[in-house]
């Protein structure tokens, strides 16, 4: 069963919001069961009671989402495998508030920030107070589009790399305006971080102050520094990062789950898979395999996926 998402029929993309997305694939599902049920009736085919759950990218978070929402319906899932997904996505966009600007970040903004917009309210009072005054006017309605990327950057609707501006928000955030070599991230990734700023930028700089300010005062339990129960902010007062913190890294499966990433992807940074994994095993799930995998982007020096059970993780290299 492969789900559509809401998306489709809104006017906007739900992007990233565990508990809307979730809803489609359930929805979907029991869909699927009725269809299989009728089958069953005239012995096609019949429910052999097991289901699994993947999914990449985008859709590598909504497994998790699906199972976590399964799994507090009383659904049983036999396993779920998602794939190069934002699990820890309040982790993730503070690396980004941080500038590690990942790959992709302008076109990923758009529909994570219009999703939330959509669905909390209260992420801007008006597009202006988020995006620059180039890019504002006619924002909320950009994406999805079925207009090619490149057309987009071509007309000026969409910066194509230059999330932030390079003119610091704040004297003591210049370190991070582009930052430098960094020690968790592999080095290959610097260039990637520096050209996500510049003169053409998307996000307003009053906007971004509001967010390194909250993540000093308010830290996440994983990022910058790592705390023993890695959990998320426990009080951001940025409406975004709030809208962070609602989705995933909140539970604890009952069922395995194998979560897969790539070691040097610089769209969805592989610590998302580590953070995920650690926060389950602090919280007593036990792992039926050493995982070996370190901190931060990347455990270095592996030719191979290492892969574990129960709170599995799978790294690729490529």
Request: hydrophobic fraction near 40%; aromatic fraction near 10%; glycine fraction near 8%.
């Amino acid at each position: 069963m492969a789900s559509n998402y809401a998306g489709s029929t809104l006017s906007y993309h739900p992007y990233l919001n565990a508990e809307q997305q979730s809803t489609d694939v359930i929805d979907s599902l029991r869909a699927a069961r009725e269809l299989l049920n009728e089958a069953a009736r005239h012995r096609h085919a019949r429910d052999n009671g097991q289901l699994f759950v993947t999914g990449y990218s985008q859709g590598g978070f909504v497994a998790l989402a699906t199972h976590r929402a399964l799994q507090a319906a009383g659904v049983k899932v036999t396993v779920s495998a998602p794939d190069s997904g934002p699990y820890a996505i309040a982790t993730t966009a503070d690396t980004l508030i941080k500038g590690e600007v990942n790959l992709g970040s302008t076109l990923f903004t758009v529909l994570v920030v219009t999703g939330y917009q959509h669905s909390y309210g209260n992420i801007y009072r008006r597009p202006g107070d988020f995006y620059e005054a180039a890019f504002a006017r006619g924002i909320e309605d950009l994406l999805p589009s079925v207009v090619p990327l490149d057309t987009l950057f071509a007309c000026g609707k969409l910066p194509s790399t230059e999330l932030f501006n390079g003119i610091p928000p704040a004297p003591q955030f210049a370190s991070l305006t582009p930052p430098g070599s960094l020690p968790e991230a592999p080095p290959a990734l610097t260039p990637l971080f520096a050209a996500g700023f510049g003169s053409d930028a998307l996000v307003c700089n009053a906007y971004r102050l509001t967010l390194p300010e909250d993540a000093m005062t308010n830290p996440d339990g994983a990022f910058p520094s790592t705390t023993a129960a890695l959990l998320p902010a426990a009080n951001p007062q940025s409406p975004l990062r709030q809208a962070f913190k609602r989705n995933l890294r909140n539970w604890v499966p009952r069922a395995p789950v194998l979560l897969c990433g790539g070691g040097f992807d610089p769209t969805v940074f592989f610590f998302n898979a580590w953070i995920e994994q650690a926060y389950w095993q602090n919280r007593n799930v036990p792992p039926a395999l050493d995982f070996g995998a370190g901190r931060g982007f990347a455990r270095r020096g592996s030719e191979r996926p290492v892969c574990a059970h129960q709170t599995g993780l799978c790294e690729s290299e490529s």
